[in-house]
């Protein structure tokens, strides 16, 4: 079984750099024509080989569906940048709303694909998706995200990408639900060695991004100080204007970091 | 190149999208639906105002800024745009300061001069009116679009079902931040040259405002949607709202800033130009202060001046751009300590209470409505707030036992409720459980002879400990259980409950 696992993987790693590369590929070139390495994996007894075959065809099934989202996301795209995805003559937005609404389902449908099959990756999709600017569409992206969460970070270089998306993402946005979606991400990144930089766009959040989305950063604050970060925080508390709740919840945060660092 | 089928396929899919039910249909909440005139502050249509908020708080918050249509029409509409214009002035200059503090002054002034022709292209400077006795919205674009600002309810569904666009100031300061985040966009457009020509950089934010943001060059290209572009420039270049408002310079009702800024006392007898309550900076805690025969008092928020009120300190209007040192000497009160004992029938945090009739729970305190509360629910008072009006209106923030937290309205001086009934057992299952517990903090946490007094020793994590009482403290609502330990007894911190709950941090409650 181990090794039926590993060819599961290596297909499905192979079909999703694909995808995420937006390459043309046929199902013979992978399915067929496995590597020597992959043949070498294969070579397995009868009732293991009908196994696997079970595994090709529902990686096969899996592989056409996302080529088709891919395909319709690309024309989503094309269609939205023309204003062209609905005709309503009563409503300025109504090419708008048509597309998100159908982007929003093509992004809950590859948040099935990987609650089916772990292995999954879509990080390179939701760097482009997470630019959209639409919050119900970064709200797709960033669920698609969570669901990755369980899964240890991969290499740097592409956490780094990934995790600089999401941040100019965030940066675009306007919404505070949606920053609170982002948080256990974000903590996921503050922990896989990458504290400085969710310090660092916290820390502008608060100072001077839009009012609600520095509020609920300033209340989430608490989750990113540490011993080396919380002068800065302090100056950002006292640059704030003095009534704001941006200011109450930030002074609320560094008091309970002192609090930890103290015992209580 | 397209292959054979595709045509088939895309033409399948714009039908489906096409076909595809909006989220929110046509004049959703939209209760006792009025018209009206495409002049200043009666355009149509409007609705019932308490879809959406309490009519009591909004008589208390922007009572000045309804147009009565039972009165004189052209006084009342020259009274009103002279309140609604500072309203709306404030609000852009406040907003664009505090998210570029170094703006320039042209700058200020061509987002100030936008925003007010947003606010005449979208709702003719119209927000609550008053027809028949009853509070209205204005709604436009068959219903989706709420208030001053047209926030649209497909876009901003959220924001829109919690109240955010029924409030004056809260429509405002949402269409700023889109309109802000497409006037930052305009600077760097193709279609604008360069960052200071205001003029296209306000055409291109309204495009993006009025169309989603892939149409910021809209007003540049024949488009189907032409006429509200054009529209917009002849409202900004005609600047038709300073023929109707006749004091400019008008000192509005109440400190918009601080409300757009989320303040805790922007309002009512706060709001007045005689200022005797400050904020102040104690052992770096803030207080909202009060002078009295040169006697200063202080508690710990500004939301709680009204309870210094009921102590017999005179509070009017608070001064809350800055925070200064309170003078040593000055008496600090415990929000929880002071009004409970001034206030009567005030259910402490950390208690519960129990609906003796179907309540509305509420986003904030009067706003938007969540949901229903039965009667005879079970609810955990997590806050409380006491508005400074004439009769003290106490409102509770509670979690409900299907977890959803949200604000109730309590009681006031005058109405002993008949809303809620105080349960006078101590130890709610949601916030502090009596009995067994775990400490649960890494480093453990120090065992205090008093709530945040003297040490006796530090309890590691995951001691088993007992949980004997409570008390909450302090302006984030801080949470002390006095508890039995084989390490001896005492006080230990547990967290708080505002305005992150991070009692599970601390304490984990309930385990063996």
């Keep these: 079984m181990k090794a039926l696992s590993a060819w599961g993987a290596l297909v499905l790693i192979l079909l999703i750099t694909l995808f995420n590369a937006g390459r043309e590929i046929r199902d013979e070139k992978y399915s067929e024509n496995p590597t020597a390495e992959s043949q070498e994996n294969i070579r397995a007894p009868a009732s293991i080989k009908s196994e696997s075959e079970k595994t090709l065809s529902f990686l096969k099934d899996q592989e056409r569906q996302i080529r088709s989202m891919q395909s319709e996301l690309h024309h989503l795209k094309k269609c939205w940048e023309a204003d062209s995805c609905r005709v309503d003559s ?44 639409d919050d119900h569409v970064r709200s797709g992206v960033l669920d698609l995200l969570l669901q990755e969460l369980g899964d240890e970070l ?39 060695g990458f504290a400085r930089e969710v310090q660092s766009f916290v820390a502008e959040s608060v100072s001077n991004g839009p009012i609600q989305v520095s509020e609920i950063m300033a209340a989430q604050a608490g989750r990113f100080i540490d011993t080396e970060s919380v002068s800065r925080f302090r100056a950002i508390s006292d640059s704030l204007p003095a009534h704001s709740r941006s200011r109450r919840n930030l002074e609320a945060s560094i008091l309970e970091f002192k609090r930890r660092q103290s015992g209580g | 190149m397209l292959k054979p089928g ?11 999208i096409a076909d595809a039910a909006s989220t929110t249909p046509n004049y959703w909440k939209c209760n006792n639906r009025i018209g009206g005139t495409w ?76 925003i007010l022709a947003v606010a005449h292209q979208e709702s003719f400077f119209s927000h609550y009116r008053k027809s028949s006795g009853a509070y209205k919205l204005m709604r436009g674009d068959f219903g989706h679009g709420h208030g001053l600002m047209q926030i649209d309810d497909r876009f901003h569904f959220v924001n829109i079902d919690k109240g955010y666009a029924w409030d004056l100031v809260g429509n405002l300061r949402l269409a700023l931040e889109i309109y802000y985040q497409a006037w930052e966009q305009a600077a760097k457009a193709s279609c604008v040259s360069r960052g200071s020509n205001f003029q296209a950089r306000t055409r291109s934010a309204y495009s993006a405002y009025n169309g989603g943001p892939s149409q910021i060059c809209r007003w540049t290209r024949a488009s189907s949607w032409a006429a509200n572009d054009l529209g917009f420039f002849d409202k900004w270049t005609d600047r038709q709202w300073e023929r109707y408002v006749s004091q400019p310079n008008k000192v509005s009702s109440f400190n918009v800033g601080c409300v757009v800024d989320g303040g805790e006392s922007c309002f009512g007898d706060d709001s007045n130009p005689t200022v005797t309550a400050f904020l102040g900076i104690s052992n770096e805690r803030e ?49 929880h300590k002071l009004c409970g004992a001034m206030l009567s029938s005030l ?50 923030r509670v979690i409900a036992s299907t977890g959803k937290i949200g604000w109730v309205f309590g009681a006031s001086d005058t109405a002993n409720s008949d809303l809620i009934r105080i349960n006078d057992s101590k130890g709610g299952e949601r916030i502090v459980k009596l009995g067994p517990a775990l400490v649960a903090m890494s480093g453990g946490v120090n065992l205090r002879k008093t709530p945040g007094g003297e040490r006796i020793v530090v309890i590691p994590t995951g001691t088993r400990v007992t949980i ?16 039995r330990s084989a390490l001896g007894g005492g006080w230990l911190y547990a967290g708080r409950i505002l305005p992150t709950m991070t009692i599970s941090e601390w304490i984990k409650m309930g385990v063996q």
């Design chain 2, 39 to 114: 002049e200043f502050a009666t355009a149509p249509q409007a609705c019932d105002a308490n879809s959406f908020g309490e009519d009591q708080t909004l008589k208390h918050r922007y009572g000045v800024q309804v147009l009565d249509l039972s009165v004189s029409r052209s006084a009342e509409r020259a009274r009103y745009m002279n309140e609604l214009y500072a309203v709306i002035r404030d609000a852009a200059d406040y907003y664009i300061r505090r998210r570029k503090p170094n703006v320039s002054d042209t700058e200020r002034q061509a987002f100030r001069r936008a």
């Design chain 1, 154 to 192: 991969g290499d740097e270089k592409s956490d780094r990408q990934t995790l600089q998306a999401v941040l100019e993402g965030l940066r675009e946005s306007i919404s505070a639900p949606l920053i609170e979606k982002a948080m256990p991400i974000l903590e996921n990144y503050a922990r896989g």
């Design chain 2, 468 to 483: 004997e009482d409570f008390e909450i403290r302090g302006r984030d609502n801080e949470v002390y259980v006095l508890v």
């Design chain 2, 6 to 16: 595709t045509w088939l396929l895309l033409f399948t899919f714009t039908f489906s």
């Design chain 2, 287 to 335: 207080y909202a202060c009060a002078k009295s025969n040169s006697k200063t008092s202080c508690v710990n928020s500004a939301r709680d001046l009204a309870c210094l009120s009921a102590a017999g300190f005179s509070v009017t209007g608070l001064s809350a751009s800055k925070t200064i040192a309170i003078p040593s000497g000055a008496s600090l009160f415990d929000r």
């Design chain 1, 90 to 133: 009563s409503d300025p937005k109504s090419s708008h709303f048509a597309a998100v609404e159908r982007i929003t389902a093509v992004l809950k449908e590859l948040r099935e694909i990987k609650r089916k099959n772990t292995a999954a990756n879509f990080s390179i999709l939701a760097r482009e998706w997470i630019h959209f600017p």
């Design chain 2, 347 to 396: 259910a402490p945090v950390g208690s519960r209470i129990e609906t003796v009739k179907n309540v509305y729970l509420r986003e904030t305190p009067g706003g938007g409505a969540l949901e229903i509360i039965q009667s005879g629910a079970d609810l955990d008072v997590l806050d409380f707030e006491i508005r400074n009006d004439a009769v003290r209106s106490r409102y509770y």
